[in-house]
Every structure is written in structure tokens, then in C-alpha cells.
């Protein structure tokens, strides 16, 4: 998250400064270009955002899946021994 802050924060000021120079020297490039990199810090908060809600999804989707263990399957807590379904 942390890393995540910084380059944003980078990434608005460096905006602020291209905008700047844009208004000095009175050049429409630069005002676009700042535009630009205002929008990447925007899409990187978005992906962040969304990234972290998907791995919250994945985390719970994880915690209610069974698993099966040497012929033991364990579904919510509860322990279920199968071994004899598969027996030879």
C-alpha cells in the first residue's frame, strides 16, 4: 500500500509540475501531458482498489472450499472420514 501511495503521489506532482510548465511557457503539450499522467495515477488507485477487492474475494472463497486429506474430508471445520468410498 505503501509503495502503491508514494508512486501515486509521484506520479500527481510530476502532473502539477508538466501543468506548470504549461502555463509559463504557455504550451498546450505540456497541459497534455499532464493530463495524461494524472490519469495513470488515477488508473493505478483503480487497479489497486480493485485488485485488493478481488483478492478479499479469493481469501473467502478459499476459507469455504472443502478440502480432502489423506481420505479425510474436511468441509467448514466439520471432519468426514471417506477412506472406504475409495477403497480397492
Do not use: K, P
Not at 502539477?16 to 494524472?38: E, N, P
Amino acid at each position: 500500500m505503501l509503495i502503491i501511495c508514494v508512486t501515486t503521489i509521484g506520479l500527481v506532482s510530476w502532473a502539477l509540475h508538466l501543468m506548470q510548465r504549461a502555463v509559463d511557457d504557455r504550451d498546450l503539450s505540456f497541459m497534455l501531458a499532464g493530463l495524461l499522467v494524472v490519469c495513470a495515477a488515477g488508473a493505478l488507485l483503480g487497479v489497486y482498489f480493485l485488485m485488493e477487492s478481488y483478492w478479499s474475494f479469493m481469501e473467502q472463497v478459499a476459507l469455504n472450499q472443502s478440502t480432502m486429506l489423506d481420505g479425510e474430508l474436511v468441509v467448514n471445520g466439520s471432519s468426514f472420514d471417506i477412506s472406504g468410498l475409495f477403497a480397492d
